[in-house]
Each structure stands twice: as C-alpha cells, then as structure tokens.
C-alpha cells in the first residue's frame, strides 16, 4: 500500500503542477497515470507543438514545460505509478480514500485530486466488429512482451512509428511478419521507413500498402484476417497474430464510475470555493472539470491546483492555520532537505572601501 | 463581413442547417462544437492539431476545398472509416468560399 497526502490521479501538466502547491504546504503527493511516462496530452499527442499562452513563456515546446514542471517539483519528491489506470475509489470510515489500478496497486491518502484531462489513454481499436472477442487470442493493440510472437505469423497495421518499428523488431522474432498500411507513404521517422523498405526487399517483411485489415476469423483464436486491397479486392492471409498500431484515444473510463457528478463528459466542481467534487475530499482540476465559464486551459489547470491544495491542507490539518508566504519571502524547502531561498543582498559600507 | 450557410448531418443522422461567421477564425469543428452538434468530448479531442481525427465528415457537397496539408493527410491515414471525401473539421478553416457547403461526420471511433 502507498501512503500520501494526496493521490494525484493523471501526471499531465495540472497534476504535475499540483505537487508543487502541496510540497510549499508540506504535503506530499503520488501520481497514477495510465500512460507510461509524465506529462499527458503534452508528452502523449504535442510534445513539439508550441505553446503560446502559458504566463512568462512567450513560446514553450509542450514537452519542454513537461520537463520544466518535472524539474520545479523534483525537490518535493513526488511517487509515480505509471503505466496504470486508477480503476476503482474506496471511501473507509475515517474519510480517507483507496485508489486501486488495473494492476492492483493501491494508494491510500486522504485527499484525492483528479486531474485526469480527456481520460486515460486507451489504444485506438479498428472498427472489426469481432476484434474484440479475439483480445488475447491473438489480438494486440500493444506489445507488452515481443518474446510471446518467437516463430509466429504476424500481422501488423498502421503507419506510424510504433508499427514500422514493431515490424522492423519482429522481423527477426516471428516466422513471418506482414505490414498493412493504408497508403504508400508512412509517416514514421525516415530511418525507420528506410529500414522497413529494405527488410520488405529481401522477403522478410510482406508489405501490403493502400490496404486494410478488414475482418477477422478463427474459432478460439485468431487463424486468419480479412485484407481489402484498394485494387486488388478482398482476400484471407493466414496468420497467429493480429496487432492494430493506430496510436492511443484518451477515455474517460472508470472515473465515471465513481459517483461522481458528471456533465458533458466532464467532473462537476464547486468553482467557487475549491474545486471539490460532489463526494467530500475529492477534487477534480484541469481539463477533466466543469463548472460555469470553464476553459480547457493549461494555465486554469495550475490556478485551479493552487486553490485545491490549499483546501486539501484545510481537510488534512484541520486545527492548522495557514499563512500564505511567498516563494520570493519563504524560499522553496524541498523533502529531499534542498532549499532554494533568494540571496541576501550584500552590504558594504563605503568607508570600508 | 458575412456569415455563411452550412448544412451537417450529425452521427445520429439528424440534419442541422447553421449559420457560421467568416470572421472570428473559425474552422469546421470549432463550429460543431459551439453549436453543440454533438455530445461534448465527442469532438475536438485534441483541440484542433490534427491529431485525432474526432472531427472527421464526409464532404458531401461539390464545393472546391482547399488542399489537404501534410498533418491532415497524415491523420486520415491512420483514422478509421476513412473515404474518398474524407476531411478533418478542424483544418477546414470557415471562409466565404464554403457558403453552402455540406458535410455528414463520421461515426465516432470506440
């Protein structure tokens, strides 16, 4: 069981954010995030689109403030639970919380703040109407272990990075390795579109392109697939594996489950107080909240983090009386026992000069 | 500056006759999503980069688009349900130019 002050639910920038508001209030935080590393939408989808509205930042690449918030929260040493999905909340008698991934990994705080953007990212699923009765019979959306396709035959889709570099990788894994992208060109890093040319010409990648996989069969796992060829028509490819590469959608999944108010797909908050939900010690920030005159905005995400943590700390010591100190007066104490503080100002008296 | 006609036919087939201004810089499925066309989170889910394809129609009327760029182009080849007149509403930019102009959205991906 991991202990906190406050479990986190999505390390995008809100999230990340958040640990630095709790940390000047001495409270330490956990991130759950289901993808496997920080940072959210800005790692996930834009890492090297520019930002212009973020304060101070005339310009900011999104995986460039990532970094930045990682490095402003370091001191405050915040736990990750990465790579998994806070899929269930337990409320005990005295008012703290359970969060349980999909994995089993539990997390027990007192507060909970969840800043879980659009949803957690799920694999895009290619509208087969079977496709997913054969998960795990053959069916993949992510290659977890590639070991598990030694000597078998394999079919891949997509074309991004994540299929070129997998066909280039099972190549020399299974027994046979198909690739079956919609149009003539890809969209990968060149090296790796080179290198699957090259392994297409000497036979040990069968690339089928202006092509889709448009059907599966087999009675308990997957025997063959259905290609549609935008010239050449339908025909059955036999193979032991299909895995459909098409990049991640994020879904709002079991958070709404929670019995949470929800409207349009999104949390409702009390926006005029702390962003606390309907259920007592759950806040919902960021992109993932709702209320009156609400914008999707990195910056509303950190105000809305700040507003939080102060009424988190409220519920967390509740015979405590906080004082607002400035970093610029207060410094920055981390748990790590790093202190950031301005310098003094050097005093020199004339005569001694 | 003038607003023009669009008809859009939504995901549940029901059709919607809309007034969109050319002047606020507005593209297709920032246009669906302030007339709340269909359910939010549906739509736009990255925003407008052409990134997700959320916003993919069928473009059913004759009107002369504007060519695709390489990140649209790029998009619908990995979007699913993907045709011949397939566009993404967020880099179809509201211009005097598409007055009339009609379009069906695309099922929503699952």
């Given at each position: 069981?991991?202990?906190t002050?406050?479990?986190?639910?999505g390390?995008g920038p809100?999230?990340?954010?958040?640990?630095?508001?709790?940390?000047?209030l001495?409270?330490?935080?956990?991130?759950?995030?289901?993808?496997p590393?920080?940072?959210?939408?800005?790692?996930?989808?834009?890492p090297?689109?520019?930002?212009?509205?973020?304060?101070?930042?005339p310009?900011?690449?999104?995986?460039?403030?990532?970094?930045?918030?990682?490095?402003?929260?370091?001191a405050?040493?915040?736990?990750?639970?990465?790579?998994e999905?806070?899929?269930?909340?337990?409320?005990?008698?005295?008012?703290?919380?359970?969060?349980?991934?999909?994995?089993?990994?539990?997390?027990?705080?007192?507060?909970?703040?969840?800043a879980?953007?659009?949803?957690?990212?799920?694999?895009?699923?290619?509208?087969?109407?079977?496709?997913?009765?054969f998960?795990?019979?053959?069916?993949?959306?992510?290659?977890?272990?590639?070991?598990?396709?030694r000597?078998?035959?394999?079919?891949l889709?997509?074309?991004?990075?994540?299929?070129l570099?997998?066909?280039?990788f099972?190549a020399?894994?299974?027994?046979?390795v198909?690739?079956?992208?919609?149009?003539n060109?890809?969209?990968?890093?060149?090296?790796s579109?080179?290198?699957?040319?090259?392994l297409?010409?000497?036979?040990k990648?069968?690339?089928?392109?202006?092509?889709?996989?448009?059907?599966?069969?087999?009675?308990?796992?997957?025997?063959?697939?259905?290609?549609?060829?935008?010239?050449?028509?339908?025909?059955?490819?036999?193979?032991?594996?299909?895995?459909?590469?098409?990049?991640?959608?994020?879904?709002?999944g079991?958070i709404?489950?929670?019995g949470?108010?929800?409207e349009?797909?999104?949390?409702?908050?009390?926006?005029?107080?702390?962003?606390?939900?309907?259920?007592?010690?759950?806040?919902?920030?960021?992109?993932?909240?709702?209320?009156?005159g609400?914008?999707?905005?990195?910056?509303?995400?950190?105000?809305?983090?700040?507003?939080?943590?102060?009424?988190?700390?409220?519920?967390?010591n509740p015979?405590?009386?906080?004082?607002?100190?400035?970093?610029?007066?207060?410094?920055?104490?981390?748990f790590?026992?790093?202190k950031?503080?301005?310098?003094?100002?050097?005093v020199?008296?004339?005569?001694?000069? | 500056?003038s607003?023009?006609?669009?008809?859009?036919?939504?995901?549940?087939?029901?059709?919607?006759?809309?007034?969109?201004?050319?002047?606020?810089?507005?593209?297709l499925?920032?246009?669906?999503?302030?007339?709340?066309?269909?359910?939010?989170?549906?739509?736009?889910?990255?925003?407008?980069?052409?990134?997700?394809?959320s916003?993919?129609?069928?473009?059913?009327?004759?009107?002369?688009?504007?060519?695709?760029?390489?990140?649209?182009?790029?998009?619908?080849?990995e979007?699913?349900?993907?045709?011949?007149?397939s566009?993404?509403?967020?880099?179809?930019?509201?211009?005097?130019?598409?007055?009339?102009?009609?379009v069906?959205?695309?099922?929503?991906?699952?």
């Amino acid at each position: 069981m991991i202990t906190t002050d406050i479990i986190i639910i999505g390390a995008g920038p809100t999230g990340l954010f958040t640990v630095f508001e709790a940390g000047l209030l001495k409270l330490k935080c956990h991130l759950i995030d289901a993808l496997p590393q920080a940072g959210g939408q800005c790692s996930e989808i834009y890492p090297k689109k520019p930002i212009y509205d973020i304060p101070a930042f005339p310009e900011v690449l999104a995986g460039d403030l990532v970094d930045n918030l990682m490095e402003q929260i370091k001191a405050f040493e915040p736990g990750f639970t990465l790579g998994e999905r806070a899929d269930t909340i337990d409320k005990l008698d005295d008012g703290t919380f359970i969060v349980t991934t999909n994995k089993g990994t539990k997390h027990k705080a007192p507060v909970v703040a969840i800043a879980g953007g659009l949803g957690s990212f799920e694999p895009r699923k290619p509208p087969i109407p079977n496709i997913t009765d054969f998960e795990d019979k053959g069916v993949a959306y992510i290659i977890r272990d590639p070991e598990v396709y030694r000597d078998k035959k394999v079919v891949l889709a997509g074309g991004g990075d994540s299929a070129l570099d997998w066909s280039i990788f099972l190549a020399d894994v299974a027994s046979e390795v198909t690739l079956v992208h919609r149009r003539n060109d890809f969209r990968g890093a060149l090296d790796s579109v080179e290198k699957v040319a090259e392994l297409a010409k000497i036979g040990k990648i069968n690339l089928i392109t202006e092509a889709e996989v448009k059907g599966i069969q087999g009675s308990d796992k997957v025997e063959s697939v259905t290609i549609k060829h935008k010239t050449e028509g339908e025909y059955t490819l036999e193979t032991d594996c299909f895995i459909p590469l098409f990049g991640l959608l994020p879904k709002l999944g079991p958070i709404s489950d929670w019995g949470l108010d929800i409207e349009k797909n999104a949390i409702k908050v009390n926006n005029a107080l702390d962003y606390q939900t309907n259920i007592e010690g759950i806040y919902a920030i960021g992109d993932v909240n709702t209320y009156p005159g609400k914008l999707k905005l990195i910056l509303c995400g950190f105000h809305e983090a700040t507003l939080m943590c102060q009424s988190a700390f409220k519920r967390i010591n509740p015979d405590k009386k906080y004082i607002m100190k400035y970093t610029t007066v207060g410094g920055v104490t981390g748990f790590d026992g790093s202190k950031k503080i301005a310098k003094k100002e050097q005093v020199l008296n004339i005569k001694d000069l | 500056m003038s607003d023009i006609k669009l008809k859009i036919t939504d995901r549940e087939g029901n059709i919607h006759e809309v007034e969109a201004p050319t002047d606020m810089a507005m593209n297709l499925m920032e246009v669906i999503k302030g007339f709340e066309l269909v359910p939010e989170g549906t739509i736009g889910t990255c925003g407008g980069m052409a990134m997700c394809a959320s916003c993919q129609c069928y473009v059913t009327s004759e009107h002369e688009l504007p060519e695709m760029e390489y990140d649209e182009e790029a998009m619908l080849a990995e979007a699913f349900n993907v045709e011949d007149n397939s566009r993404l509403g967020c880099q179809l930019h509201i211009t005097p130019e598409l007055e009339g102009l009609e379009v069906t959205l695309a099922p929503e991906e699952m």
